[in-house]
């Protein structure tokens, strides 16, 4: 009998060790803004930084790897933490549109340039804009901007764009978006602007920031 005590015992302890519950190491707020998809136990380690660059290390982890097979692969260890990644590039960072004219729209373009493998996609949108001066009254209404009238705007053409003729340049306006992982996604940025009779002549500038962000569909 008590030989069987300890048979049972180690059997329960067996199914105990391989057979664990569903473990969630994924943190999420309650309003679901923020996310922690990973974390790790673990020592030590300091964040180094010198100019642009910036490097964190930890102690410990010393067989920490990656495994792949198929299209699945494992990053093992602190430092294979990441989600995804994302990055972006524009042709030219200065748009010049020249001298305006009452009989003409001046235009001038810039390729923005968008990879990401993050699996919920990206969206690329107007992080700010902010006139250094005086200011050109938006496009109308009708999305066009027109000989003669005083309009400024953007258009945007590619496979992702979301915008369909000109639009105003203001903050938060979404250009294009994907919802799957892209690589090297163009999107034609074409900035335009008329004037009238009655604009008064001086120097226009504006400061445009753009952002791209990967989706993260919590």
Not at 88 to 112: E, M, N, Q, R, T
Not at 137 to 146: K, N, P, Y
């Amino acid at each position: 009998m008590i030989i069987m005590k300890k048979i049972v015992v180690l059997f329960l302890l067996l199914c105990i060790l391989f057979l664990p519950g569903q473990v969630n190491g994924e943190m999420v707020s309650p309003d679901n803004t923020y996310l922690i998809y990973a974390d790790v136990v673990d020592t030590g380690g300091v964040l180094s930084a010198g100019g642009i660059y910036s490097l964190e290390d930890t102690i410990g982890e010393p067989i920490a790897t990656s495994t792949s097979g198929g299209a699945y692969s494992i990053r093992g260890g602190y430092q294979a933490m990441t989600s995804s990644t994302i990055s972006i590039s524009i042709s030219d960072a200065a748009i010049a549109l020249g001298d305006l004219s009452v009989d003409a729209v001046k235009s001038d373009s810039a390729l923005v340039t968008v990879t990401t493998d993050d699996e919920t996609g990206y969206t690329l949108s107007i992080a700010s804009a902010d006139w250094v001066g005086g200011s050109l009254a938006d496009v109308g209404l009708d999305h066009s901007v027109d000989i003669g009238t005083e309009e400024y705007g953007l258009a945007a053409s590619g496979v992702d764009s979301q915008l369909v003729g000109d639009w105003s340049v203001t903050a938060g306006r979404t250009i294009s978006t994907s919802s799957t992982p892209v690589t090297n996604s163009v999107t034609t940025l074409t900035f335009k602007a008329a004037i009238s009779a009655l604009t008064v002549s001086g120097v226009y500038n504006q400061s445009v920031v753009l952002q791209a962000v990967a989706n993260f569909n919590l």
